[in-house]
């Protein structure tokens, strides 16, 4: 293992964890405020952090590790002005963060591993297993390098790229901390979305932290014959257990939750399903995303046509359950979560 992987990630550290460091070093602890500024401005090497004393910037880089993530791809939309980046990370792992203008502000989807293990059928992510978690200082390389790199600010954040989130459970709750605190960039917790598959005992973990995120649930179906087909994860934790671990999330944060649903033909979209959805979500304070899906080649699965999706969203509709049809953000790029860099590694310029 080579020296710089051994040191401490400073990027990782929160302000408190800086400061009892800072005091071990026999620093003033009021630095670390700081050099937590510095760092959520995405400076590249600590000579930046231009009020710090010479010998206290030889000193942090002796000690951590400064992560600086590189921009090895680009695409722009011409559409809408989407922008997707592949990242090189530490270690030469790449991943992938997407930049989406909305009127209520800019959205940065942000990935959390390098690939990922849960093998949803439809998933350009899923396709090579998953290489190694994501961490909680990496995560926040995605949104602070893209604010710089694009020079616009970053109001909220979902976590909807690559990886599980609840499968790195420990790093994505330190990044929510980090990304949300005072004295850094400080995105409310509010404006941050969290997607998951459904690992029930993680959201269940995830409910006692009582944060004010939103919490998406990526369901997909309603029954566990057509989810388990498409989606391994529903054998370990099937329909009605992830629905009682939804059900513990808003009964301890209060918290409303949002339910991604894909429309694949002949799969998912089916009238029955549309009823079956919504006696699932009878009685509960939920918000359905009705996701047109996005073919990947390497599977069956077919987008269903509009008027189907019109037709399932009017059968939601009769029985109370708002459902909103998600507009498809920069058509003209590789749009997919996992695409861009399923594309890079086929063409064989990043070698991982
Ligand atoms: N692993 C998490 C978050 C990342 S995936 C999760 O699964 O929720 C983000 C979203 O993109 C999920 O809702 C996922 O189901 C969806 N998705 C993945 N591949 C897709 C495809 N080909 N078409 C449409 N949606 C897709
Ligand atoms: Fe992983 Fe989410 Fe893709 Fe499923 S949809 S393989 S959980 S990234």
Known sequence: MSEAIQKKEIKCLSIEELK???KEMREKPFRAGQIFKWLHE?????????NLSKELRAKLSERYELTVPICVRKQVSQVDGTRKYLWQMRGGDCVESVLMRYEHGNTVCVSTQVGCRMGCKFCASGLFGLKRHLSA??????VLFIQKESGEPVSNIVLMGTGEPLDNYENVLKFLHLVSCPGGIQ????????STSGLAD???LLANEKLQITLSISLHAPDD???SSIMPVDKRYP??????ACAYYFDTTGRRI???YMMARGKTDRPWQAEKLASLLRGRPAHVNLIPLNPVKESPLQPSSRDTVRKFQQILERHGVTATVRRKLGPDIDAACGQLRRRTLEEGEIIQ
Do not use: C, N, P
């Not at 995405?42 to 231009?50: C, G, I, L, R, Y």
């Not at 995105?187 to 941050?192: M, S, V, Y």
């Open 187 to 194: 995105i409310g917790q509010r404006h941050i979305s969290l």
């Open 42 to 50: 995405a400076v590249e090497s600590f000579d930046e952090m231009t």
């Open 137 to 142: 200082g990496e995560i926040l390389d995605e």
């Open 258 to 260: 949002s339910y991604e």
């Open 202 to 204: 993680k959201i269940e």
């Open 225 to 227: 014959e057509s989810r």
């Open 239 to 244: 329909v009605a257990r992830l629905m009682q």
């Open 20 to 22: 009892a460091d800072l």
